[in-house]
């Protein structure tokens, strides 16, 4: 039952009208004609029969009544995407079935997800997520407090494997294919001790060799999606970690015949002796100014380049039964010849100057020739510069093509964007906690926020959408409710969709809340 205006020549009359079934059709009956819409507009009836009709509708009582209660509001948004997405990949699952025998007396579950969530919209500590909770609809934590929060990152991180093979094994389809996977590593650094063992100084990522640090190695699929994550101590040099990291993977996982791709960081002929006699296939980077092989023989072999896209081209060299894939990327070629010559001109002026001073700048000295009192810039260095400009070498074991194998590399670009995610996500170190099984789950909180980040990624570009994260992050947050009250009852109202909002919920699979419902379980005002 609905009012619908019908015209009538220059008039327009308000009717009461439903609908009605005649066999197969729907058809509307006119119950009542109110009268012409602008008399009843002019003489304000429209609006007496409206608070009229209030009395037997709550929502629209609420709306029309002056005696209101505003309560708190909070934000809606983040837990309606990402509580879906919780379910949906099966780590809410996951983690309840590994709970199933422990005897908590919290939702260590609830726990965890809060600090996700709270991980993906604001980072920092976990002494933040309890207090950020306040703000924002996370049902089923509101008796979590901040010593719960410590307990469920401990048990996290001693369970941390349970709950990556268990997801692993929930999330199979997507890993079915899996002929490629993609290695790296960061650091991450602490202002503190950095636990019992994990905290070690050693080689810094980030520029920051007086701090302790642990390094973070991640696994990820030729589509993006990772697979788990490797925590160590801060002293142990990377290209030792792949090996180590591989073996887990086949041992955890099942993963017999995967190619391995990894940056130049991890290959040493140790780790590629190790991968051949595992009978595994290999992409690595090749470092070119450090490997003799590369400097004085692959980069000076002649032959003609194949130009894979309008920024890629390759070739391929052998020596001996080595296989190499050189790569130019012909716009960073003048980019780094530009900047070379920038150099030079500058150092011209400074020589003038007699700036002796200049040997000390690691940008400037390898292009210059030290004797005793006289410096000046060693053409030598310069042609040999050269050759590096824009390029980039593999060494591979596989049958695929040398544009395929670039291509496959470039792919790399994945884990560092999963770096870059993963640091913003983990802004604030986690300076509270002393023992390594709760830095290992605090972190591991950040690898399942981007497990569902994926998902997320995966459901919009399925949708042809292509979202940035901060405006679905604001967009998201700009969801709240409020709550209400008129007389004895209490309402949520739900603000407006904002931006992307509609369009994330969408791809999440999530129903909009109506605008106005009922608060159940309040206890009436005196």
Known sequence: MFF????SGSYRYLQLVENHREGRRTVQRVLLTLGRLD?????GSTDTLLRSLARFGQGVRLMESGDLEKGPSRQLGPDLVFGRLWQTTGVQQVLIDLLQNRSFEFS???????????????????????????????????????HHLYRAMR??????????????????????????????????????QGGESLGQY?????????????????VLTADGHPVCCELWPGNQADANALLGVVDRLRQR??????????????????????????GLEYILGARMRRQREVT????????????????LRVKEVRVDDRRYVVCLNPEEANKDAQERESIIKSLEDKLKQGARQLVGNRGYRRYLHVDRDAVTIDTKKMAAEARYDGKFVLRTNTSLSAAEVAVQYKQLLLV?????????????RPIFHQWDATIRGHVFCSFLALVLLDELKQRLTSRGLKLEWDVICQDLQALDEAEVREGDNWYLLRGPLQGVAGKVLQAAGVAIPPPVRPLENVVPRP
């Not at 619908?4 to 015209?7: G, L």
């Not at 008399?39 to 003489?43: G, H, T, W, Y």
Request: proline share 2%; hydrophobic share 40%.
């Open 4 to 7: 619908r205006v019908k015209p």
């Open 39 to 43: 008399k009843l507009n002019a003489a």
């Open 108 to 146: 260590v579950e609830r726990a965890i997800y809060l600090t996700v969530l709270h991980r993906l919209f604001m980072s920092g500590s976990d002494r933040a997520a309890e207090r950020w909770r306040r703000d924002v609809v996370v049902p089923g934590t509101e008796d979590i407090e901040l």
């Open 155 to 192: 048990w996290l991180g001693d369970t941390k494997d349970e709950v990556e093979e268990a997801l692993f094994a929930k999330r199979r389809d997507l890993f079915t294919e899996l002929s490629l996977a993609f290695f790296d590593t960061t650091s991450l650094y602490f202002e503190g």
């Open 202 to 218: 050693g080689h810094s990522k980030d520029h920051r060799p007086d701090l302790r640090q642990m390094v973070v190695g991640a």
């Open 253 to 278: 996982f099942g993963l017999k015949r995967v190619c391995w791709v990894a940056d130049r960081g991890m290959i040493s002929q140790d780790t590629i002796q190790g991968l051949e006699a595992r």
């Open 296 to 311: 004085d023989t692959v980069l000076k072999r002649a032959g003609r380049y194949q130009e894979v896209a309008d920024n």
């Open 416 to 428: 560092e964007q999963f770096f870059r995610a993963t640091k913003s996500l983990l802004d604030t």
